[in-house]
């Protein structure tokens, strides 16, 4: 046991401990012919955004809220840390969610390898890896949807094994699994649900930056088998999900950037089936 748990924790350490950050998109600025800076490279990871949209078929409205923090640096191991704070949206339907923190992390190394120190006096053990390692966490979760049903996410939790291992931030092809745990119920807090995901969820994420920053294409799909209990039962369920967006800056007004943003996304589980397609625009103040 105890040299499971040394394993665990040198494992800890080499993923987390190890190298900086990894730069962004490039921030790129130009001379006009009056010689006045204008920015022209943006980075769309790094903005305090607002946001609002419409789905054409329902003509519901949606409006959204994120403080967002990319980190980068160009020595080293890099990490590359994309940081969410304060994420919130709303529709028009009454329908609202809230995530007090959302972060991404993927360490990228030159050659691919992992290196974990056992020991002091031991020679670290080096392992070269196809893919480069990270994780995802959620805390602070709270969704209410118009028919009064009601979720908190305490926590989520994904390990990422990312196979594009790109230099910079915002383009990776990830392959996850993880674990989840949330309250589900109705209206007045009545017949609460434990839901817990025990690392049965696996998911496929591609997204890709380009174009300076402007552009932004991201897709995601994910199945999660999940244990419901309730006070008198538990049953398992299954949440099939696929989201595909694409976003592209058409403005900057003093330096901030305006984008249009396209979204197509599904939910299905054992109770409905939810179809969401949607174009709006987003304002956002650059962070970086």
Known sequence: MKAFLRVGLALTLAVVTSGARAEGPERRIIQDAEGRSLRVGFDLGSRWLFGASVDPRTGTGHFE?????????????????????LEGA???????????????????????????????????????????????????SVARTPGE???????????????????????YLALR???????????????????????????????????????????????????????????WSNLLSAHASWEGIVLAIDDAPVSVLAELGFDRDADRDVLRATIGLRVGVPTD
């Open 65 to 85: 809220h994120a403080l967002l923090v990319r980190e980068r640096d160009d020595e080293g191991i890099r990490w590359k840390l994309d940081h969410a704070f």
């Open 90 to 140: 709303a529709d028009t339907h009454g329908g609202w969610s809230a995530t007090l923190y959302h972060g991404l992390f993927l360490r990228n190394s030159g050659d691919g390898s992992l290196v974990i120190p056992f020991s002091p006096t031991a020679p670290p053990l080096r392992i070269v890896l196809p893919a480069d390692l990270g994780f995802e966490v959620a805390l602070g």
């Open 149 to 171: 049903h009601w979720t908190v996410g305490v926590a989520r939790a994904d390990l990422l094994f990312d196979f594009w291992r790109a230099e910079t931030a915002g383009s």
């Open 177 to 235: 699994t993880g674990m989840a745990y949330e309250l589900a119920g109705e209206t007045a807090f009545a017949h609460v649900q434990h839901v817990v995901t025990p690392f049965s969820r696996v998911g496929l994420d591609l997204m890709h930056t380009f174009d300076s920053g402007r552009q932004v294409v991201l897709v995601q799909a994910a199945l999660s088998h999940r244990m419901v209990v309730a006070r008198d039962a538990t049953a």
